[in-house]
């Protein structure tokens, strides 16, 4: 869809970001690599900023691998978790490993910037809110859906639409709201999360902490090839039906999507362009 006009901000001496991907799956065969898919996706976003936001990525593939040593966060202005068929509230070795990994890194490098996409969303909320991550045991979000904007999200998203649409491939969800969330993540208890947009089946569909957050549950840069596979894939593992609904899911991938809106938001955001935004 094409971007709304963006307001000047006061301060743009930021135009170029370096962003380390922590990829934890794989892409379709035919899709290529996550990290290539979002080089290519920040690099479209990036061009449509004025000025235009030069973006270098580091990809670090972690499921059942090494994380890279948090001392590396030095050498990037922000860090982005990728979306992943694991669950973000499992207790695999590996997600242990980066729910810790991310606590560290946290208190260590006060400077640096975290956002997440889906998997990433969840894992970010689990490691610093100490937010539950829960299964809804019937419903699925897929493909282009619907997502109402709080005013912060208007703000971020520099749009003056009211909703944006973004696909989405999750049963999983962030819970801020019931009594089963009190336990707090490494950001201690007083820091507060700000939800800039929700759907019909997910109210936390991204959050946002000043200077340090930003996440989305809705995926950026899936295409029509992206969402069929995906949805084939987990059709195959037996996690969703052969029904109407869910094919009608696949062809909505070749609807008309907001990734690129995020996209430039995220960039925004790593660059600090938007730190006068204040929830």
């Known amino acids: 869809m094409t971007c709304s006009p963006q ?7 930021r135009t170029s970001v370096s962003i380390l991907i922590l990829e934890t799956d794989v892409l379709p065969a035919s899709a290529g690599k996550v990290s290539t898919a979002f080089e290519k996706l920040f690099s479209r976003a990036g061009a449509e900023q004025h000025p235009r936001i030069d973006v270098a990525v580091t990809p670090h593939y972690v499921v059942d691998c090494e994380l890279p040593p948090v001392e590396d966060l030095q050498k990037y ?3 982005l978790i990728t979306g992943s068929k694991y669950d973000a509230h499992g207790d695999d070795a590996w997600i242990m490993k980066l729910v810790e990994w991310i606590q560290v890194a946290w208190r260590k490098y006060p400077d640096t910037r975290f956002t997440g996409v889906c998997f990433g969303h969840q894992i970010l909320a689990r490691a610093v809110l100490g937010a539950t991550v829960k299964n809804h045991p019937t ?3 897929l493909a282009a859906t619907e997502v109402e904007l709080s005013s912060l999200g208007r703000e971020l998203f520099a749009t003056g639409q009211e909703t944006l649409v973004l696909h989405q491939m999750h049963q999983d969800y962030v819970d801020l709201e019931s009594d089963e969330s009190c336990e707090r993540g490494c950001g201690g208890k ?3 999360p700000n939800v800039w947009g929700s759907s ?3 109210p936390v569909q ?3 902490v000043h200077k340090r957050i930003f996440t989305t549950q809705g995926h950026l840069g899936y295409d029509e090839v992206m969402v069929r596979e995906s949805i084939e894939e987990i059709q195959e593992r037996g996690g969703l039906p052969r029904d109407k609904e869910v094919e009608a899911a696949k062809e909505a991938g070749e609807l008309e ?3 690129d809106i995020v996209a430039g938001a995220i960039l925004r955001f790593l660059a ?3 730190d006068d935004i204040r929830p």
């Open 206 to 208: 991204g959050f946002y």
């Open 7 to 13: 307001p000047q901000p006061q301060h743009r001496t």
């Open 139 to 141: 419903t699925w979000e």
């Open 190 to 192: 007083d820091l507060k």
């Open 272 to 274: 600090e362009w938007d």
């Open 77 to 79: 202005d922000g860090v």
């Open 257 to 259: 999507h907001d990734g």
């Open 200 to 202: 019909k089946d997910c």
